[in-house]
């Protein structure tokens, strides 16, 4: 229901704003009137909102480390902020069609993705983790051999999974909470994903635990498509002032409380 509200309303919005994203030119969207109210360009920023802390729905909005970092990003560039929720393997179509000026998804740089799109400075870090059931006699990355493996399709823990150890060991879930309903329900034997969501996933279900041993330590950055490198330079300039006021690290703080 709240899935359909958001395609309505983004769709009345896309309505409206015709050609916005990824769109350089034609950016100074004088809806007429001739008011001297200032129309500000529409940033857009497509996302999967299916992944605390970094972006996920509270009382009706996308809330969340990535939606903080962005909305400051969005200030310091004098534009609008505007987040699209959509299924994470269509984030980066959406950037390349120019549906979405970036992509913030705790998006995983990796050379494969940076063959089709820019990134930005990285602005945290991740690490791929594994969770299990508290019983499990998984313990290592190592008993993970023929086992059945839940990841969210297309994240870097598909990719590293489907690498390591095959396609048959993967089971593909849209969402990472669907991959751990499906542990809990001991259809797949280990879910693979990225640590504060993994935290986030086994502090909200009960017999889950995340193991020592993580698979893998990445870097998270916003994806720009690679004709805007206006957009990118803009967007490092922003990222960098907010490192160096100390906003970034507190928006982070605010999400991840130190333990
Ligand atoms: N870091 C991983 C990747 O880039 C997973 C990101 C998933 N993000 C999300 N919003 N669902 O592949």
Sequence with gaps: ???????????????GLA???????????????????????????????????????????IVGIDAEV?????DKLG????????AFDATLVALQSGQ????????????????NVNFSEPYAEGHQVI????????????????????????????????DDLGDEAVARFNRGADAVMDLKN????AVVID?????AFVAANEGLKILDTEYATEEYAIAINKNDTELLEKVNTALQELKDDGTLQQIIDTYIPAE
């Design 100 to 115: 979405a000026n970036m992509v913030m998804a705790g998006m995983t740089v990796t050379p494969e993705r940076q063959e």
């Design 186 to 189: 001991d259809k797949v034997d």
């Design 79 to 86: 534009m609008e902020l505007r987040i699209d929720d959509m």
């Design 19 to 61: 050609a916005c994203g990824g769109d350089k030119g034609g950016q100074q969207a004088n809806n007429g009137g001739g008011t001297d109210e200032e129309k500000k360009e529409t940033l857009v920023m497509a996302t999967n909102a299916e992944f605390p802390p970094y972006e996920y729905w509270e009382n009706n909005a």
């Design 70 to 74: 962005a909305a400051a990003i969005a």
């Design 131 to 162: 969770i299990v059931k508290e019983d499990s006699t998984i313990a290592t990355v190592e008993d993970l051999a023929g086992k059945k493996i839940g990841v969210q399709t297309n994240t870097t823990g598909d990719i590293y999974i489907t």
């Design 1 to 15: 229901m709240k899935k359909l509200l958001t395609i309505l309303l983004v769709g009345a919005m896309l309505l």
């Design 195 to 199: 640590l504060e969501p993994a935290k």
